[in-house]
């Protein structure tokens, strides 16, 4: 299986690093250079790199946020909405305080009652 079509780039076959050279002496391969594509080739195998890199989400949008330039704009505060009116008289606000005190009154009072009588 070629290399490519693993990891979708392509690869050239690395020539031998050393050479013999006549009298025993070895001539090692150069050191890694830049390509015309801009990727870095060691011994004659590209390696390609991305020239423009996306950023990741959050990097991304930070980034790209959209920032207040206008002096108005800097100085304005957060929106001042009006109070709630108040609720109808059919509706009630419910909190869990409510909640726990009105179970708790329930049971201990159902438990204090004695069950109505059953009429023959």
């Known amino acids: ?3 490519s079509a693993i990891f979708g780039t392509t690869t050239v076959a690395p020539p031998s690093y050393s050479t013999v050279i006549t009298g025993g002496a070895t001539k090692v391969g150069a050191p890694p250079r830049l390509a015309a594509g801009g990727g870095t080739v060691y011994g004659g195998m590209v390696i390609e790199c991305s020239s423009r890199p996306q ?4 990097k991304h949008h930070m980034k790209t946020r959209p920032r207040k330039s ?3 704009d800097i100085r304005r505060g957060p929106t001042v909405y009006p109070p709630l009116p108040t609720l109808p008289p059919d509706w009630t606000l419910v909190t869990d305080d409510a909640i ?3 179970a708790a009154s329930s049971s201990s009072s159902s438990a204090s009652v004695p069950p109505p009588a059953e009429s023959e």
Not at 55 to 58: G, M, R, V
């Open 55 to 58: 950023k990741k989400a959050t």
């Open 1 to 3: 299986m070629l290399l």
């Open 100 to 102: 726990a005190t009105a």
């Open 70 to 72: 206008q002096a108005w």
